[in-house]
């Protein structure tokens, strides 16, 4: 079985600090991985993704996230918070193969906060 | 940019109501999913579709929930009865080569 667990529930840095977001996964076969965004009464937007390609993975509004295998980690960092930042983030594993392939489990999310 | 379409956006029912949402998922994405989040928890799967089948509804309660996409494209989940735990963000996505999933607006639903 799949899961994600995400590492605070609520964290909150000030405008232009570094922003880390921790996901750790659990999955028996080579995982995709995905970080989404969303904002109050809105859908998940995309950030970014892993499918096994490059461990560095840089995504939109300049977060990026690395693959550590070894860690079973797919945490998310920008360098430098924006206002805008502020959000709840979600980290989530799917499968790779299979009938359900493609089938997200997320994790329950952290809430970003942004001090001016 | 193509969007996936949900409405309503809110929807305020008593229990023991039917209600029904609607997804339109981005042209030429043959799977389909509805997702079901509860205030302050990540999105549970209710349904994946590949075009007018049904892959996985294995957390789907079926005793109240269905969900149908006769013709491969547009979808309808519906609740009937609705309960007060059914009180959450219903949400909608849609993917084309199952790597990546593109999610609507959601269907905000209170249960009173």
């Known amino acids: 079985a799949q899961s994600v667990t995400q590492l605070g529930s609520h964290v909150s840095v000030s405008e232009g600090a570094l922003v880390l977001l921790r996901c750790n996964y659990s999955?028996?076969?080579?995982?995709?991985l995905f970080w989404y965004v969303q904002y109050p009464n809105q859908g998940l937007q995309l950030l970014l993704k892993?499918?096994?390609?490059?461990?560095l993975v840089k995504g939109i509004n300049g977060f990026e996230a690395e693959f550590k295998k070894s860690e079973t980690s797919f945490h998310l960092t920008k360098p430098s918070a924006h206002m805008s930042d502020a959000a709840e983030y979600f980290c989530?594993?799917?499968?790779?193969?299979?009938?359900?392939?493609?089938?997200?489990?997320f994790g329950k999310g952290t809430k970003l906060s942004v001090k001016p | 940019e193509a969007e996936v379409a949900q409405s309503p956006r809110y929807k305020i029912t008593e229990k023991s109501q039917a209600v029904a949402f609607w997804c339109d998922p981005i042209?030429?994405?043959?799977?389909l999913y509805w997702y079901r989040q509860i205030l302050g928890q990540g999105p549970e799967l209710l349904v994946q579709?590949?075009?007018?089948?049904?892959?996985?509804d294995s957390q789907l309660p079926k005793d109240r929930f269905s969900a149908e996409r006769l013709k491969g494209v547009d979808s309808t989940l519906k609740i009937q009865p609705a309960e007060l735990g059914d009180s959450a963000m219903y949400l909608c996505?849609?993917?084309?080569?199952?790597?990546?999933?593109?999610f609507g607006p959601g269907t905000r639903l209170t249960v009173l």
């Open positions: 892993y499918t096994s390609a490059a461990t």
């Open positions: 989530a594993v799917s499968r790779n193969y299979g009938g359900s392939q493609g089938n997200l489990i």
């Open positions: 999955s028996s076969v080579p995982p995709y």
């Open positions: 042209s030429g994405h043959a799977t």
């Open positions: 579709f590949q075009d007018e089948s049904v892959v996985d």
């Open positions: 996505a849609s993917s084309y080569s199952r790597d990546t999933q593109y």
